[in-house]
T-cell receptor
Framework: GQNIDQPTEMTATEGAIVQINCTYQ??????LFWYQQHAGEAPTFLSY??LDGLEEKGRFSSFLSRSKGYSYLLLKELQMKDSASYLC??????????WGAGTKLIIKP | GAVVSQHPSRVICKSGTSVKIECRSL??????MFWYRQFPKKSLMLMAT?????????EQGVEKDKFLINHASLTLSTLTVTSAHPEDSSFYIC????????????FGPGTRLTVL
């Protein structure tokens, strides 16, 4: 079956760095998305990886290892507004998104 | 970037009535749109895949007669919740696929449905 695993909840301190991990098992693979979702709102796009390696975009970076079925989202210089759920979603062979349950990130001052 | 809109953003209705939710891709054509439902503190649940000009493909456990989906054009898909009941209260989100952008899904802002 298809499966995405990511931690349920993480806590970090304002100004620090946090890494959110995601492992996936899918029928075929056509890339992996990270989305940010604030409570009561639709997800917003953060990153897309289809090739191995690290992609940096400002304070956020995303890494992918296709051979390990593993990705992480790295958030630097954490701000209070970064408190949200972070959703990992892999694209299967039918180009459908297989969603993880999301990681709730709590930022403390 | 690509913009997807949903209307209405919020709706409150009485039990037994039907509610229609529109999803529009504003600046791109989307041959495929997805409808999701989100329960509190849970990830998005795919309800159905909507392809322009053809019948929607429903996920297992989703009643196709209750959640009617129509994808009449390349920029519009509608979800009608028929004979709504309180357990249908949820956050409904649509997304549209931009084939020119790695098949990325662009999400609408969501519609919060409350059935009294």
């Amino acid at each position: 079956g298809q499966n995405i695993d990511q931690p349920t909840e993480m806590t970090a301190t304002e100004g620090a760095i946090v890494q959110i991990n995601c492992t996936y098992q899918t029928s075929g693979f056509n890339g992996l998305f990270w989305y940010q979702q604030h409570a009561g709102e639709a997800p917003t796009f953060l990153s897309y990886n289809v090739l191995d390696g690290l992609e940096e975009k400002g304070r956020f970076s995303s890494f992918l290892s296709r051979s390990k079925g593993y990705s992480y989202l790295l958030l630097k210089e954490l701000q209070m507004k970064d408190s949200a759920s972070y959703l990992c979603a892999a694209v299967d062979s039918n180009y459908q998104l297989i969603w993880g349950a999301g990681t709730k990130l709590i930022i403390k001052p | 970037g690509a913009v997807v809109s949903q209307h209405p953003s919020r709706v409150i209705c009485k039990s037994g009535t039907s509610v229609k939710i529109e999803c529009r891709s504003l600046d791109f054509q989307a041959t495929t749109m997805f409808w999701y439902r989100q329960f509190p503190k849970k990830s998005l649940m795919l309800m159905a895949t909507s392809n322009e000009g053809s019948k929607a493909t429903y996920e297992q456990g989703v009643e196709k007669d209750k959640f009617l989906i129509n994808h009449a054009s390349l920029t519009l898909s509608t979800l009608t919740v028929t004979s709504a009941h309180p357990e249908d209260s949820s956050f409904y989100i649509c997304s549209a696929v931009s084939e020119s952008s790695y098949n990325e899904q662009f999400f609408g802002p969501g519609t919060r449905l409350t059935v009294l």
